[in-house]
């Protein structure tokens, strides 16, 4: 368990570098950013699959596209939430996505869902309003409701990883989204497309880095550790983010815009402990 801990840490502090460093390219475009997030990543699952001799193209491959399509869609709304809002709000609100998933899932893949869920689902979402209601003075709505879309379509991504199951390796799901990433952010990116110089190469290039081993770390976290304890630590990611977001960013957070981020976490929290639990 000790173990487990200390990986989904370490994946925390792997998201929340990769927010810190998206929010301070802000002289790139959201696109160009994408293109390098996900070109990064492609130097380590390329070469995992190939050594492995895993068939890059997998079984399932129009799922996999269209899960692809839409997580490159909720990374590219998240990102642009990043220059809008202070970043633990941006995350906070990402961190819906779940809950989406969950209600998709209902009337998608039939599954059920606990009364008690309701409740838990109701005291997140009561931090929304509060983050979007209370809080217009410090905080554009367009960043919020950027944030909140992104989480829309990060849920219909829970839905098709659930749909595609274990017919194809991880490694090839994660692969599609990154070849597909860097192939349209890298169009999209063309028209403003600004040439890095010294160290934005470096802090580019490293969130690939950053993403990929925060992704591999929460798995690990997960296979060795009770999901239902060790799935509530990734929520760290939010305390990380808004800590380095007021001594880095000197960005300000009202006392409403905290109460909204404790409820979103509280409610997603007690949401993953109620549905792992055996």
């Known amino acids: ?87 633990g709000t941006a995350v906070s609100l990402r961190y819906i996505a779940p809950i989406f998933a969950t209600v998709f899932a209902l009337f998608i893949l039939k599954e059920k869902i606990k009364p008690i869920q309701w409740l838990f689902f109701a005291i997140a979402f009561a931090g929304v309003l509060i983050i979007k209601g209370f809080d217009d003075s410090e905080i554009e709505i367009v960043g919020v409701l ?75 976290a997960l296979q060795v550790g009770e999901t239902n304890q060790v799935a509530p630590l990734k929520y760290l990611e939010v305390i990380f983010t808004i800590i380095i977001g007021l001594i880095w960013f000197k960005e300000v957070y009202t006392v409403w815009s905290i109460v909204g981020v404790l409820l979103i976490v509280t409610g997603l929290t007690l949401n993953v402990v109620t549905k792992k639990k055996a």
């Open 1 to 87: 368990m000790k173990k487990a801990i200390q990986y989904m840490i370490i994946s925390a502090l792997a998201f929340t570098l990769l927010n810190v460093f998206v929010k301070s390219l802000k002289d790139f475009s959201v696109y160009q950013i994408v293109f390098f997030r996900a070109l990064g990543s492609l130097f380590f699952t390329i070469p995992f699959l190939l050594k492995n001799k895993i068939s890059l193209l997998g079984n399932k491959r129009g799922l996999m596209i269209m899960r692809s399509v839409v997580g490159l869609i909720s990374m590219i709304l998240f990102f642009s939430a990043i220059k809008y809002i202070a970043m």
């Open 146 to 220: 950027l944030a909140l879309t992104s989480a829309l379509f990060a849920g219909f991504v829970y839905i098709f990883i659930r749909k595609i199951g274990d017919a194809d390796h991880p490694v090839v799901i994660v692969n599609y989204f990154m070849i597909i990433s860097t192939i349209i952010g890298g169009i999209l990116s063309i028209k403003n497309w600004i040439t890095p110089i010294g160290l934005e190469w470096f802090i580019l290039m490293s969130l690939g880095v950053f993403g990929y081993f925060a992704q591999l770390y929460m798995t690990k």
